[in-house]
C-alpha cells in the first residue's frame, strides 16, 4: 500500500484530503508546514507527498527543496489556489512532479496521485 504524506496549514484541507486517500486504499500521514514536512518525510519514507505552497514557518517550495536534499527521487505533487502560476513554476522548477489546484476536485486528486505513482513505478 502506498503511502501519501498530505501537507497543509489548513487542517480542513487535511482532514480531507485524508480522507479521500484513505478511502481510496492509500496509508496516510500529515504535517502542518513545510518544516514538519521535512521531518515526516524523513520518518516516515512516503511514496508520494500532497505539498501546499503557502505555509506559515516554511513554506511548501522550500520544503520541496529540502526534501530533494535529503531524497532527490522523492514525489512531490504541489497544491495551489487559483493565481499562484509564477510560485507552481518555481515549485517546479525545485523537484515537484506536478500540482493540483483548490479547491480540490476529489476525481483529479485520485487521478493525479495515481499517475505520478504509476509514472514513478
Given at each position: 500500500?502506498?503511502?501519501?504524506?498530505?501537507?497543509?496549514?489548513?487542517?480542513?484541507?487535511?482532514?480531507?484530503?485524508?480522507k479521500?486517500?484513505?478511502e481510496?486504499?492509500?496509508?496516510?500521514?500529515?504535517?502542518a508546514?513545510?518544516?514538519?514536512a521535512?521531518?515526516?518525510?524523513?520518518?516516515?519514507?512516503?511514496?508520494?507527498?500532497?505539498?501546499?505552497?503557502?505555509?506559515?514557518?516554511?513554506?511548501?517550495?522550500?520544503?520541496?527543496?529540502?526534501?530533494?536534499?535529503?531524497?532527490?527521487?522523492?514525489?512531490?505533487v504541489?497544491?495551489?489556489?487559483?493565481?499562484?502560476?509564477?510560485?507552481?513554476?518555481?515549485?517546479?522548477?525545485?523537484?515537484?512532479?506536478?500540482?493540483?489546484?483548490?479547491?480540490?476536485?476529489?476525481?483529479?486528486?485520485?487521478?493525479?496521485?495515481?499517475?505520478?505513482?504509476?509514472?514513478?513505478?
Amino acid at each position: 500500500m502506498a503511502k501519501i504524506l498530505v501537507v497543509d496549514d489548513a487542517i480542513y484541507v487535511r482532514s480531507k484530503s485524508m480522507k479521500l486517500l484513505s478511502e481510496s486504499g492509500y496509508e496516510v500521514a500529515e504535517a502542518a508546514n513545510g518544516a514538519e514536512a521535512v521531518n515526516k518525510y524523513q520518518e516516515e519514507k512516503p511514496d508520494l507527498v500532497l505539498m501546499d505552497i503557502t505555509m506559515p514557518v516554511m513554506d511548501g517550495i522550500t520544503a520541496v527543496k529540502e526534501i530533494k536534499k535529503v531524497d532527490p527521487s522523492a514525489k512531490v505533487v504541489m497544491c495551489t489556489a487559483l493565481g499562484q502560476q509564477s510560485m507552481v513554476i518555481e515549485a517546479i522548477r525545485a523537484g515537484a512532479k506536478d500540482f493540483l489546484v483548490k479547491p480540490y476536485q476529489p476525481d483529479r486528486v485520485l487521478a493525479t496521485v495515481k499517475r505520478i505513482m504509476e509514472v514513478a513505478g
